[in-house]
Nanobody, 115 residues
């Protein structure tokens, strides 16, 4: 059974930092791309950043220079280091994994940034 377990969300003041983790298990195919997406209330889900198996990253313009995505291929774990957080970063953050022909989503973790 495939599981993506996200952790690390919470409430933080503007300017603060949080680190999200996503542990993937039960996936048979080799994991290729892993990424983070977010969805704020009343808005569509949007890309935060993705990372390939080889470590190539791509970020949304809104988080460049503030967020860093990384992964541990041996542990099938994805991370998102979020610095200089802003109130507009408030959203539910979702882990996304592409493995073989399949795409998997986590259940999300809430990040709330107070002003």
């Amino acid at each position: 059974q495939v599981q993506l377990v996200e952790s690390g969300g919470g409430l933080v003041q503007a300017g603060g930092s949080l680190r999200l983790s996503c542990a993937a298990s039960g996936i048979i195919y080799r994991i290729n791309v892993m990424g983070w997406y977010r969805q704020a209330p009343g808005k569509q889900r949007e890309l935060v950043g993705v990372i390939t198996r080889g470590g190539t990253t791509n970020y949304a313009d809104s988080v460049k220079g503030r967020f860093t995505i990384s992964r541990d291929n041996a542990e099938n774990t994805l991370y998102l280091q979020m610095n200089s957080l802003k109130p507009e970063d408030t959203a539910v953050y979702y882990c996304n994994v592409v493995a073989g022909p399949y795409t998997y989503w986590g259940h999300g973790t809430q990040v709330t940034v107070s002003s």
